[in-house]
């Protein structure tokens, strides 16, 4: 099993910045991929980025050139820098874990005001 514990939503403005950590806990050695997805009110949720053990990142296109996500091994967490951020980016972001299973935090709010 592997517990995931996010941090870092809240409010801001069209333009500004936000960081989500993801700290990851339990059965981390054979996690293989962690991401992050967001599901915004009446929509499907939607993969953001993803980054693999090896630190192979992919992005939605929808992100590309304003999100960036990073890992760091050694506290088992990964971080979604969020930048230029746009009030259809408002969503719950949900941090994933995935090594054949997926796990799944518990989601923070991001709030994008115009």
């Known amino acids: 099993q592997v517990q995931l514990v996010e941090s870092g939503g809240g409010l801001v403005q069209a333009g500004g910045s936000l960081r989500l950590s993801c700290a990851a806990s339990?059965?981390?050695?054979?996690?293989?991929?962690m991401g992050w997805y967001r599901q915004a009110p009446g929509k499907q949720r939607e993969l953001v980025a993803t980054?693999?053990?090896?630190?192979?990142?992919n992005y939605a296109d929808s992100v590309k050139g304003r999100f960036t996500i990073s890992r760091d091994n050694a506290k088992s967490t990964v971080y979604l820098q969020m930048n230029s951020l746009k009030p259809e980016d408002t969503a719950v972001y949900y941090c994933?874990?995935?090594?054949?299973?997926?796990?799944w935090g518990q989601g923070t709010q991001v709030t994008v005001s115009s």
């Open positions: 994933f874990a995935r090594d054949g299973l997926v796990f």
């Open positions: 339990g059965s981390i050695f054979s996690i293989n991929a």
């Open positions: 980054i693999t053990s090896g630190g192979s990142a």
